[in-house]
């Protein structure tokens, strides 16, 4: 099978790339280091359209499929790895809102997770089943107009820095059929992270 980008994904590679080697390249020992989640730089990259990758257009996103996805994320990690696969997440949890939350979700979240004057996180991986979303045990029970979660999550990607949390859990039976995902945000009563890793 033949396969070559066209001319749109090319200059999409070329933008990421040239992204990549100025504001990620240069700093990316020095973060690595100091540990530093270099927010502002990742915001300059929702500048670029960077952070809303396969959001829909209506709230500001690209609407962008996976290969553009592919190549964004490949020449963003050849100038730091873990920013862009910070990214990577950050995209994947505000995609989550925007095609499968309520109209009033997507329309609290999408925009400001877009321009990234939010940053998400998704949450899945727990300590006793890692990230088989069949085997987890984090619950969310209907008390009201409200959910209450009770469960451990481990390697959150932004965990204690994220604004929006998209945590799966179970809130029916056992198996894939009884997971769930809800918005959780920063701040909310229960809320604590552990140490940083």
Same mark, same amino acid.
């Given at each position: 099978?033949?396969?070559?980008?066209?001319?749109?994904?090319?200059? +999409?590679?070329?933008?990421?790339?040239?992204?990549? $080697?100025?504001?990620?390249?240069?700093?990316?020992?020095?973060?690595?280091?100091?540990?530093?989640?270099?927010? $502002?730089?990742?915001?300059?990259?929702?500048?670029?359209?960077?952070?809303?990758?396969?959001?829909?257009? !209506?709230?500001?996103?690209?609407?962008?499929?996976?290969?553009?996805?592919?190549?964004?994320?490949? !020449?963003?990690?050849?100038?730091?790895?873990? &920013?862009?696969?910070?990214?990577?997440?950050?995209?994947?949890?505000?995609?989550?809102?925007?095609?499968?939350?309520?109209?009033?979700?997507?329309?609290?979240?999408?925009?400001?997770?877009?321009?990234?004057?939010?940053?998400?996180?998704?949450?899945? &991986?727990?300590?006793?089943?890692?990230?088989?979303?069949?085997?987890?045990? &984090?619950?969310?029970?209907?008390?009201?107009?409200?959910?209450?979660?009770?469960?451990?999550?481990?390697? +959150?990607?932004?965990?204690?820095?994220?604004?929006?949390?998209?945590?799966?859990?179970?809130?029916?039976? !056992?198996?894939?059929?009884?997971?769930?995902?809800?918005?959780?945000?920063?701040?909310?009563?229960?809320?604590?992270?552990?140490?940083? $890793?």
């Amino acid at each position: 099978m033949d396969f070559a980008l066209n001319d749109d994904q090319r200059a +999409i590679q070329d933008a990421a790339r040239a992204f990549a $080697e100025a504001e990620l390249a240069p700093h990316s020992a020095g973060w690595d280091e100091d540990k530093h989640f270099p927010v $502002e730089v990742m915001k300059q990259a929702a500048e670029m359209g960077f952070c809303g990758i396969y959001t829909a257009e !209506e709230h500001g996103g690209m609407a962008l499929g996976r290969v553009e996805a592919a190549v964004i994320f490949e !020449e963003l990690s050849r100038g730091d790895v873990a &920013t862009a696969a910070f990214i990577s997440i950050h995209n994947m949890a505000t995609w989550m809102i925007d095609r499968f939350g309520s109209n009033d979700l997507r329309g609290r979240f999408v925009p400001s997770l877009v321009g990234m004057e939010k940053i998400a996180s998704y949450c899945l &991986t727990e300590p006793g089943s890692g990230s088989d979303a069949a085997a987890l045990r &984090t619950t969310a029970m209907r008390d009201g107009d409200h959910y209450v979660l009770n469960g451990s999550k481990a390697f +959150i990607s932004g965990a204690g820095t994220s604004d929006v949390y998209v945590v799966m859990v179970r809130t029916g039976g !056992e198996g894939p059929k009884g997971v769930s995902a809800i918005v959780v945000e920063a701040g909310t009563p229960g809320l604590s992270f552990g140490a940083q $890793e």
